[in-house]
């Protein structure tokens, strides 16, 4: 009886409640010449001095031929403004700061209520951090006006702007897309100068360029739970660890290997023909297998911020003709969408709140075996644990209240967890101890560990009781509206 309410109050509140929810050879190797501050700066250079037939005017005008057909950084700040106006109901602009040369690096955010907080994962799109790799650039724009075009007519579309905060840079780098060259203004390579987790050489703050900090306040600002920054040069999706302690070349995974394997195959599947790489099996690849980098932006990610990121390789050219941008859009449209609608299709979700007093708690979310460790956010304690199918035991604590933990099948959908923590003052009893593991045997896909004492137990059937028939009132409420795609979300939510 009690497990049969248990499960009506789930499935009814997952109809009701919304989601939950580096390019190439050449890049990489690239390290030299980082004090050549002339306009077309070493990269140029180097490509010049290979090519000494070529005079140098005629070397500067072959670049800017490259250029012939991409939105220079006025046209961009133009589109940008351009597509919020248009789409002002689902889109806010606003400023991270500025480049080395004083351009406002512009961002959007997508959802039905931007620049509000809820209780909804965030995924963060970057593009050009390379100023030499544009097409992410382009096709972050494309991205941007096909999700207004498909607002509440495409699932997908619906699903991410109802369901996520999505937040579009579309060049990191204006300066270095000017001068037609990798690095930034300053001739420095934004995607060496994060602090990093093995040498310090990124740790003084004053020689940090200012796009770096732009990025590095945004993240302040906003509890990113994924995100990617666009490169050419290469076709594969790259993902941490990026550098080796001994700066050796191998395989190196991070705590959350698996699901960075997973997240990576997501856009890689999802791509025209980047899962069918013959040198990237299935279209991914460990960073520091490929070539180890130092003071890159996505282990920083993941290191300092809790964001999964992924650096993804969007084309072999790094200047495709800009008469193949619509073609590969195509081929990438449906990965973008993929990765950001992952948020809310897939993973772990919730809330956290105190027991005494219904406070949401920012607590940090755990899952048994992984050493990594999440935060629920500050304000509405929701928590957003992506993770690739399988069994887990998630465990939510913060100083001051008892553990609790529950576990989990994670299959197609997303699974919602919601923890009510208690203050330890308010507990008698010994703190359970909670290395008991979790029965995966059971065919339900789904069991939770409570350990809250008898009285209590009670009171949280009561609850459960209430909940179920609020559910069902909701439900009622809602289904015509939302039923079609929060069904195919099938996600299962339950209290510990
Ligand atoms: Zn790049």
Known sequence: MI???????????????????RGGTLHRSDRSGYLDGSIYGHLGRRLYSENNQMSEEEYIEKLEKLAEGYMSNSDLEKAMKEFNSRCSNISRI????KSVLGVPLWAVEISDLPGAKEAEPAFKFIGNVH?????????????????????MKDPLATLIVDGVHLHILPSMNPDGFSLRRR????????????????FRVNDDMDLRQPETKAIMKWLEDVDFTASASLHGGALVANYPWDGTEDTKKY????????????????????????????EFPGGITNGAYWYPIYGGMQDWNYIHCGCFELTLEISDNK???????PTLWGYNRMSMLSLVAGLVKTGLHGRIFSSDNGRPLPASVAIRGIN?????????????????PGKYEVIASMPGYRSKSACVVLGE???????????????????PLLDSGCDFDSKTGFQVLDFLPASQLEISMLLILILAFFCFLMKRRVRSNHLNYKQSLGARRVVV
């Open 3 to 21: 497990l049969s309410l248990l499960f009506l109050s789930l499935n009814l509140s997952s109809l009701f409640r919304c989601s939950i929810a």
């Open 94 to 97: 606003y400023s991270i700061g």
């Open 131 to 151: 100023g030499d790799e544009p097409l992410g650039r382009e096709l972050l724009l494309l991205l941007a006006n096909w999700l207004c075009d498909n607002y």
């Open 183 to 198: 690095g930034n203004a300053n001739n420095i390579d934004l995607n060496r100068d994060f602090p990093d987790q093995f």
């Open 251 to 278: 395989y190196y995974g991070c705590p959350d290997d698996k699901t960075f394997r997973f997240l990576a195959s997501v856009y890689s599947r999802s791509h025209y023909n980047m899962s069918l790489s013959k």
């Open 319 to 325: 200047w495709p003709n800009a008469s193949e941008i």
């Open 372 to 388: 990594y460790t999440i935060a629920a956010s500050k304000t509405l304690a929701d928590y957003h644990r992506l993770l690739a």
């Open 413 to 431: 959908g997303a699974v919602k967890v919601d923890f009510v923590l208690d203050p330890e003052t308010s507990y008698n009893g010994t703190q």
